[in-house]
Antibody, heavy 119, light 107 residues
Framework: QVHLVQSGAEVKKPGASVRVSCKTSGYTFTTCDINWVRQATGQGLEWMGWMNTDSGNTGYAQKFQGRVSITRDTSISTAYLDLAGLSSEDTAFYYC????????????WGQGTLVTVSS | SYELTQPPSVSVSPGQTARITCSGDLLTKKYAYWCQQRSGQAPLLIIYDDDKRPSGIPERFSGSTSGTVATLTISGAQVEDEADYYC??????????FGGGTKLTVL
């Protein structure tokens, strides 16, 4: 059974960085891409970027270029989202989701991680 | 930048048919997908490749696309279908893009 389990909630000060992890199980990690999507309170879904977990290639939404990084550790089937230069506008739930395998994209999602940015 | 446009809200009575639209120029060339997000939960894919339904999704959910408009139809909406619904597709760079979401009220 496929599972994507994310790390716990974070509280950060403005200007700081945050790392969110996404530990996968139930499938071969390197056969699927991992995407990161965020959702501010009461707002819609916003795609941030993706990683080919086999090659390590990444792609990021233009809005986040320069302050977002997606990495992975294949030995523990885990992907990471790093976001730098946090501001209150980055307060949101962050989700990882799987694409590029199975019958359709975004078939499995993590449970979400709340990142709160507050002074 | 490319956008997918959805109505902010749709309201129906239980048993009625709910239709949620998603407009985007690239929908003539790219598939539309739909996900359901209940309050406090992660999104759940309910329609892929315009009109296909993953296993376990009730038959009352269906999708269609005509030209630049994709439509999610819920035939005989139930109270438990009350949720936010998002369409998504891909832009010319094959990056995912989400619509703004539609809040479905069933009462």
């Amino acid at each position: 059974q496929v599972h994507l389990v994310q790390s716990g909630a974070e509280v950060k000060k403005p200007g700081a960085s945050v790392r969110v992890s996404c530990k996968t199980s139930g499938y071969t990690f390197t056969t699927c891409d991992i995407n990161w999507v965020r959702q501010a309170t009461g707002q819609g879904l916003e795609w941030m970027g993706w990683m080919n977990t086999d090659s390590g290639n990444t792609g990021y939404a233009q809005k986040f270029q320069g302050r977002v990084s997606i990495t992975r550790d294949t030995s523990i089937s885990t992907a990471y989202l790093d976001l730098a230069g946090l501001s209150s506008e980055d307060t949101a739930f962050y989700y990882c989701a799987r694409t590029g395998c199975g019958d359709y994209d975004f078939d499995y999602w993590g449970q979400g991680t709340l990142v709160t940015v507050s002074s | 930048s490319y956008e997918l446009t959805q109505p902010p809200s749709v309201s129906v009575s239980p048993g009625q048919t709910a239709r949620i639209t998603c407009s985007g120029d690239l929908l003539t060339k790219k598939y539309a997908y739909w996900c359901q997000q209940r309050s406090g939960q992660a999104p759940l894919l309910i329609i892929y490749d315009d009109d296909k339904r993953p296993s376990g999704i009730p038959e009352r959910f269906s999708g269609s696309t005509s030209g630049t408009v994709a439509t999610l139809t819920i035939s005989g909406a139930q109270v438990e279908d009350e949720a936010d619904y998002y369409c998504y597709s891909r832009d010319n760079n094959t990056n995912p893009i989400f619509g703004g979401g539609t809040k479905l009220t069933v009462l």
